[in-house]
Every structure is written in C-alpha cells, then in structure tokens.
C-alpha cells in the first residue's frame, strides 16, 4: 500500500515536467524579449514603447488561457447517471453479461444516451460505476470519466474534454500569436546580429534564440492547431477521429455533426464578443449532444421533458455552472 501511494506520489510529481517546462521557456523568452530586445537593444524610443505593449497583450492572453487550461477541471457525469443503490445491487449480483447488459438497457432508456459499445451494449464505466454520457471516456491518468473527453495533454497536465476544449483552442491560437509576433519583430535584429552589424555580447545570443524558438513552436503549433480546427469543423474530438461512435445504427464518424456553424456554437457559444476570451460560453452542460440523424418527432425525450429533469437534490454536480438542464438541439 506505501508502496503504491509513493508510486502515485512520483506520478503526480512527474506530471508537472512538461508544464514546468513549457513555463520556463515562456519566462525566458520574457526576459529576452523585454529586457535584452527592447530595454538593451532597441534604440528607437517609439519602436521600444510599440512592442513592449503589443508583447504584453499577447503575453497576458497566453497566459490567461493556458491557466485555464491547466485549472480547469473535467467535468464528470452527474448523478442522474450513476447507479442507484438497488440497481448496483442487481447488476452485481447478476453473473450473465446478457442480463447486466439488460439491467444497463432498462436504465439507459430515461437517460439521453445514444452511443454504443462496439459490441452494442450501453457503455458502463466499472471504475466510475456510471453509464457513460454520448462522447464521455474514462481517463485512466485522471482517474475519472471525462465529459466529452478529447485526450489527456501532458503539456498541460489535464483532460481536455468539454469543460476546457474552448481554453486549449484559445492556448493555441495565442501561442501561435505570441510566437508569430516574436519572430515578426526579432527578425531584424536577428539579421542585424547575424551580419555583424550588431555586437551585444548577451543580447546577441538571446535574440538568436527567441528566433529559433518562436520559428519552431510556431510550426509544431500550426499543424496541432490546424488539426482541431479541423476536428471542430467536424464536431469530432480527437478519440472520436481514431474510433468513430457506435449507435444503434452502426459506426458513424459524422454522428455529431450539425453543420459548420453549430459545430462552432457548439464550442464557442452563441455571443460572438466572447469567442476570443477564456470564459466558458459553449452550449449544453456535457451529457447530451445534438444527433445529425436525429429530429423532433423521432426523439422520445423532447416528447417527455420529465424523463430528463434532475430532481435530485445536488444533481449538478459535475455540470457546468450548476446548470443541470440539458439543451436539446435538432437538427430540422
């Protein structure tokens, strides 16, 4: 028992590198770029005042948005899909798989849950003992499932799921930005440094650097950004792009895509002013997504709104804002 606590003491400890790392360059390049760049280097009081307010802008929105990445807790499944009590004592104590899939079946018809094991079955998380919500998946590095789970990020030390999927685009989008305007503005002291025409001892070698490193986190960047720009088109996470959802119907890769626009609200919210700030403004609480294939008159749930009503109190939890609503959107 010691043992296994140290090892998941050592666990969590080692989680943290690559955050650190990441915090260490963006310090650095701080450093540089304010002190050895604009305060040592550039001459041109203007030019100095110029970058150093552009810098700071975009410096504050990195940052910003990668603390919300990182902080932002997975929103797990609420209580309404938890087992209750005489329901977990007659799945345990059936031993036929046919029969607990059915026991899982009986359940699953008050909840909106239209996603299908590969074999068929309702998914069920024997860890978390929950029937797991459509596009939810149990993180074995967080130990817990995971609404609307996209993979786990090492670089930011968190599930990137429904909760935070907003904050990690935006983490990316200024990332990209913050290096761009790094380069952008480096490039001439950097060709200044290279001919010659600048000799600065310390200088030198920290603006040599920034452009080297901005260059290189840009291109990574670029394609990882250019791929869940892709995958939000979609409405695609990135599980769901290796393994398309099952439904009733079979395996659909396009289950949960509305359309570009929707898709976009989906993430981003409704309020257009707000797309660029790391607030949570996407739509719905997690557990419930529109259907492509699906509409009103085929949808038992919009005809019994009491089916999915959370009368439990404290059946938040898990939910985004406490809302415990679901939104139901169809496609007409």
């Not at 010691?2 to 650095?28: H, K, Y």
């Not at 345990?92 to 899982?104: F, V, Y």
């Not at 997690?286 to 294939?293: D, I, N, Q, T």
Request: proline content about 5%; glycine content about 6%.
């Amino acid at each position: 028992m010691a043992l296994s606590r140290g090892l998941r003491f050592c666990q969590r400890v080692f989680s943290w590198i690559p955050v650190l790392i990441i915090t260490s360059v963006v310090l650095w390049s701080y450093y540089a770029y304010v002190f050895e760049l604009c305060l040592f280097t550039i001459t041109n009081t203007f030019e100095k005042v110029a970058y150093l307010l552009v810098f700071h802008v975009c410096f504050v929105m990195f940052s910003w948005t990668y603390w919300k990445a990182i902080f932002t807790p997975p929103a797990s499944p609420c209580k309404k899909f938890q087992l209750s009590y005489s329901d977990k004592e007659r799945y345990e104590l059936e031993e036929r798989p046919d029969a607990q899939r059915q026991i899982l079946a009986e359940i699953a018809k008050k909840l909106p849950i239209f996603s299908r094991a590969q074999s068929g079955a309702i998914r069920f998380c024997d860890r978390c003992q929950v029937l797991k919500p459509d596009r939810c998946h149990h993180c074995s590095v967080c130990a817990t499932c995971v609404l609307k789970m996209d993979h786990h990020c090492p670089w930011v030390n968190n599930c990137v799921g429904f909760s935070n999927y907003k904050f990690f685009l935006l983490f990316l989008s200024y990332s990209m930005v913050y290096c761009v305007f790094i380069a952008a503005t480096v490039l001439q002291y950097f060709l200044k440094f290279w001919g010659g025409d600048l000799t600065k001892g310390p200088a030198k070698f920290h603006v040599l650097f920034l452009m080297f490193v901005a260059l290189m986190f840009f291109v990574s960047l670029m394609f990882l950004f250019s791929y869940h720009c892709w995958l939000v088109s979609k409405n695609r996470s990135t599980l769901e792009a290796f393994s398309a959802p099952v439904f009733v119907g079979g395996p659909d890769r396009n289950g949960f895509n509305v359309g570009m626009h929707r898709n976009l609200e989906q993430v981003f919210g409704e309020n257009r002013r707000l797309w660029l700030l790391p607030i949570f403004t996407g739509q719905g609480n997690g557990h419930y997504f529109p259907l492509k294939s699906l509409n009103e008159s085929h949808n038992p749930l919009l005809a019994n709104d009491e089916m999915w009503e959370e009368s439990d109190e404290g059946s938040d939890e898990g939910s985004i804002d406490g809302d415990p609503s679901v939104t139901i959107e169809m496609e007409h």
